[in-house]
């Protein structure tokens, strides 16, 4: 199950060199005018997993594998985007097929570098981005009150649960608040997300600061920081100019370039963690002499539901998972060390998965 999030902003922020830098790539155009980016970009990246290595050594195995989460570049959206400004709503669609949105807010002073609203300011920048899809939503929900309302009368009691969650993020949106500060009940909390709302997605802010704020970020940054604690959102501060420069880098050189800017890794690794962390996903690992493979699944997620990431067969005939922790595995050189230590256990249905098992299924189909 790859994540999929959209990289959202006002033109010349810095998302397609952020994108460019997260897959490698020069595929999306960074060039310093509004909407070089017309098509989404798409890229497919690597999530980064030191512990496979570590795996893959103790294992023997051939290959790695690891998760892989998709980033979609939309292009930029201006003031106006939710009425047609622009390059118009399109766009929205696409953030819409999206699990999460990472807003890229301009942290940085450039005269070279044009900025559509003629100034820098990251939180006017976010709540321009915030107000268009909030106004998509509203439109979506209030066009779908009136029939809602004739069905529940009817006593229709799906129609009667959807109103009432309508209402519940109309009430938010109507306040000027996306609809991810609205707390639904948990039992309906599947038919919420059938709403398909833009602002009821996890967000998470990315603040794209200069060379010298990379490491410790600077005010921009912290006033974005601030506003994501109210938004009930996370934030991330990160360079997308020296991540460009780091992805271009032979792996042996990127440690040193690293250490010279005081980055103890490249800020896109932090970037890809809190996207995780953002929508509740971990990873647990399989490994063998073939190959080493790191699996994303929900946190909370049992066994079986882990075992069905793999295949659904697995899922349908589960017997048991034999799990080890991943330091126990590293620690006692694998599974037969780990056997004779009394560190495998056998796991059932209930069993819920811990990030970093590294574990092997007994199905039977």
């Not at 998302?15 to 070089?36: D, H, I, W």
């Not at 490249?266 to 990873?283: C, D, F, H, M, S």
Request: hydrophobic content about 40%; glycine content about 8%; some cysteine.
């Amino acid at each position: 199950m790859a994540l999929k999030v959209a990289i959202v902003g006002l033109p010349n922020v810095g998302k397609s060199t952020l994108f460019n830098a997260l897959t490698q790539t020069a595929a999306a155009q960074a060039a310093n005018y509004p909407f070089c980016t017309i098509e989404p970009n798409v890229g497919d990246v690597a999530v980064p997993e030191p512990r496979l290595d570590d795996l893959a050594r103790v294992a023997g195995s051939k290959e790695i594998l690891p998760a892989r989460i998709n980033f979609v570049d939309i292009a930029g959206l201006v003031r106006g985007a939710s009425k047609g400004e622009g390059l118009g709503n399109q766009f929205l669609a696409n953030i819409r097929d999206c699990d999460a949105v990472a807003f890229v807010a301009r942290c940085f002073e450039d005269d070279d570098i044009t900025h559509v609203e003629g100034r820098v300011d990251p939180i006017s920048d976010l709540e321009i981005i915030e107000t268009e899809l909030m106004l998509a939503d509203l439109e979506s929900l209030e066009k779908r009150v009136v029939n809602l309302d004739k069905r529940a009368k009817t006593g229709d009691k799906e129609s009667a649960t959807t109103l009432s969650l309508v209402n519940l993020a109309l009430a938010e949106l109507r306040e000027g608040r996306p609809a991810r500060v609205a707390k639904p009940p948990k039992e309906d909390v599947k038919a919420w997300e059938m709403l398909q709302l833009l602002t009821s997605k996890p967000a998470l802010y990315v603040c794209n600061v200069d060379e010298g704020s990379a490491a410790t970020g600077n005010g921009h940054s912290e006033k974005v920081a601030e506003r994501a604690q109210r938004d009930r959102a996370n934030s991330v501060v990160i360079s997308a100019q020296i991540e460009s420069e780091i992805a271009m880098l032979d792996p042996a050189e990127r440690g040193e370039f690293l250490e010279t800017l005081g980055l103890a890794e490249p800020g896109l690794n932090k970037l890809i963690r809190e996207a995780y962390k953002l929508v509740g996903l971990q990873t647990y690992f399989t490994a063998g002499p073939k190959e080493a493979r790191a699996w994303t699944i929900p946190v909370g997620a049992t066994a079986p539901q882990a075992a069905g990431v793999i295949h659904t067969d697995f899922e349908k005939g589960f017997i048991r998972a034999e799990t080890i922790a991943f330091e126990d595995y590293v620690r006692l050189n694998g599974e037969a060390g780990a056997r004779e230590a009394g560190k495998m256990r056998s796991e059932g249905k209930e069993y819920i998965v811990q990030d970093g098992d590294v574990m092997n299924f007994r199905f039977n189909v």
